[in-house]
């Protein structure tokens, strides 16, 4: 029978592949001229950011920068710092995405291990993890409208990861050490972590701005050249290109320090009393939107025999945007050799769902005096949890506000963590959509009038398309509210 029928085609964004790269390199790194000669390195630290992720023809490319520092004694036994950076590149092949396809990719440190060559020469290896999500807009065919036919809808409550972006946000401050302290003779360390303050979302862009927390330490211009340290913190902003996003999106966003240089000079007073700290802030986001649909799940042709084929249609649901302000305790052991904490580097690891939790880790870097007072970096880790609320996947990212701690006797460090949560979490909902009608020529020929002896949790819909009917009419004629029966009933179909 030819019946008259318009299409539609439901899109959606997916996860059309997930990845995890170890991103691990050799850099041969030598001394600047000005520079002092390495006679026993204390301190080797790396941090990794993605500069840019694309999809160029068949390949994902992932381009990033390697920011390493040093903390080393010269022959005389005073501390000293040297910097490097590198690039990196990985490339993964892809096949059968379309032009709307688009890449999330965050990468998180794992370790650096290094070999002193010679008092101007040193051997790095750095490892780190590549998390990528590649994302693509998938078709699922359906029903729109069909003549002489009763169509059921479900309106559905879904989302959608429309853009990723990452950018960098360049800043360069200069502030003073503390007014009754020595004057600077050499940087020697410092430790650095931003956090998100604020993201909002316009047509097109988004402002994303940070605040950054940097701790300095320096040798005094004294004989002793004793070990200080100084805080500052500053704000940071940028507002986001991103085509195609709009006002009431949510955007999830990351923010970390990417890389630091740091220089000491004079102030007014001829005293060597200003730190000048320069650099860039990286900046990972996701862009969400949330959206309201008419399905059609199914349908039949009034007084014909019908025939319907389906599709499968999985999008998100359920979606939920939350941020969050979270103390946490967590413990690292730094062995009983550390006696006193000099300097506590901390990062976030970006969560990944597992069952209905997030889990991050947190890693761990300090500089500490050992018994005999020399200066000794240790490193540990420990696990952050947190429930996800009855959803099984997110889109997340966690932002270090500020923390304390205290070493124990058994040398245990007991960190107590604020931290700013940011999490879009959701399920993947599977639905089955009238992808297509047809009617047999014959009609039926049902009477005008049936008593049927209807079942417990039977549908007015499944009724009536039985019956060729209409689940209005019998809701009508039978007085009855919802969709589904809540116990057995002889109910009156009159045929449609």
């Known amino acids: 029978m030819d019946i008259q029928k318009d299409y539609s085609c439901l899109e959606r964004n997916t996860a059309v592949s997930e990845r995890t790269v170890e991103a691990e390199n050799d850099y041969q790194e030598s001394l600047p001229a000005y520079c002092d000669d390495i006679y026993k390195v204390i301190k080797c630290a790396a941090t990794h950011s993605i500069s840019s992720a694309d999809i160029n023809y068949n390949e994902v490319v992932i381009n990033g920068r390697c920011h390493i520092w040093l903390t080393y004694l010269n022959e005389n036994g005073n501390l000293c710092f040297a910097d490097f950076e590198e690039s990196f590149t990985k490339t993964l092949s892809v096949d059968n995405l379309s032009d709307k396809a688009f890449v999330y990719a965050v990468i998180n440190e794992k370790y650096v291990n290094y070999r002193v060559i010679n008092q101007r ?3 790095i290896h750095t490892a780190a993890v590549i998390d990528i999500r590649i994302f693509d807009t998938l078709k699922c065919p359906c029903i729109l409208g069909c003549d002489e036919a009763k169509l059921k809808t479900e309106t559905v409550h879904s989302a959608d990861l429309i853009a990723s972006n990452i ?10 050490i503390p007014a009754d302290s020595q004057p600077i003779k050499r940087i020697v360390s410092f430790s650095a972590f931003a ?3 604020d993201t909002k979302v316009i047509k097109d862009k988004a402002l994303v701005k940070g605040l950054v927390n ?10 002793e050249e004793e070990v200080l340290k100084t805080e500052y913190s500053f704000n940071v902003s940028k507002i986001i290109d991103a085509g195609g996003i709009a006002e009431n999106d949510i955007a999830v966003s990351d923010i970390s320090v990417s890389n630091v240089y740091l220089k000491a000079k004079v102030s007014s007073g001829d005293k060597m009393n200003v730190i000048s700290a320069f650099g860039e802030v990286s900046v990972n986001t996701v862009f969400i939107r949330e959206t309201e649909q008419q399905l059609v799940c199914d349908g039949y042709v009034l007084g014909r025999k019908s025939s319907c ?11 939920s945007y939350e941020t969050d302000h979270l103390t946490e305790t967590v413990s690292v052991d730094l062995s009983a050799d550390a006696q006193e904490v000099k300097e506590v580097n901390i990062a976030l690891t970006t969560p990944k769902c597992r069952g209905n939790k997030l889990i991050a880790k947190v890693n761990v870097l300090t500089l500490c005096r050992n018994a005999e007072g020399e200066l000794i970096t240790v490193s540990g880790s420990a696990d952050l949890t947190m429930p996800l609320k009855d959803r099984d996947e997110a889109i997340a990212s ?4 500020s923390y304390d701690y205290r070493l124990a006797q058994n040398g245990q460090l007991e960190l107590r963590l604020n931290i700013a949560a940011f999490v879009f979490a959701y399920r993947t909902v599977n639905y089955k959509v009238l992808a297509d009608i047809d009617a047999d020529e014959a009609a039926l020929h049902y009477p005008s009038l049936t008593v049927y002896f209807a079942k417990e949790k039977e549908s007015l819909w499944s009724i009536a398309k039985q019956f060729s009917s209409d689940a209005a009419l019998i809701a009508r004629d039978n007085n009855i509210s919802g969709e589904t029966l809540d116990g057995n009933k002889v109910i009156i179909i009159q045929r449609a």
């Not at 084929?309 to 979606?319: A, E, M, T």
């Not at 966690?398 to 506000?401: M, P, R, T, V």
């Open 214 to 223: 940097l701790s300095v330490m320096y040798t005094s211009d004294t004989a």
């Open 398 to 401: 966690l932002s270090l506000l």
């Open 195 to 197: 956090s998100v303050s």
């Open 309 to 319: 084929s389906y599709s499968d249609y999985s999008c998100i649901s359920d979606g």
């Open 121 to 123: 020469r040193i051997d």
């Open 167 to 176: 950018s960098s946000i360049e800043f360069d401050e200069d502030f003073m």
